[in-house]
């Protein structure tokens, strides 16, 4: 196994794995024709709110989407503290 392969997967990553379909565009390629297409598997994920992908290794791809996911569910856990916070403030202050 490689030494980059070694490398520890970060604990959350920003983005989504998806399967990208798509035709090359090369005129003698299958899947110009009736061959299937090219599948690819990214990360999606924007950036300067520009839209961008990166191809990933079939090797990382499980442990990327597992990383996304742990982003996820911890954004979401975030977001209901917060509101659980601001819920506690807005009913303290409006008792006055
Ligand atoms: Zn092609």
Do not use: F, W
Not at 26 to 38: E, L, M, Y
Not at 48 to 62: A, D, F, H, K, T
Not at 71 to 87: C, S, V
């Amino acid at each position: 196994m490689p030494a980059k392969a070694k490398r520890a997967m970060p604990e959350t990553i920003r983005g989504t794995v998806v399967t990208q379909r798509r035709r090359c565009g090369k005129a003698n390629c299958r899947c110009a024709n009736d061959g299937p297409v090219h599948e690819s598997v990214v990360l999606s994920y924007s950036e300067q709110g520009r839209s961008r992908v990166l191809i990933l290794p079939r090797e990382e791809v499980e442990a990327v989407r597992a990383a996304t996911e742990r982003y996820r569910a911890a954004r979401k856990r975030l977001e209901e503290e917060a509101n659980a916070g601001l819920a506690q403030l807005v009913s303290r202050l409006r008792q006055r």
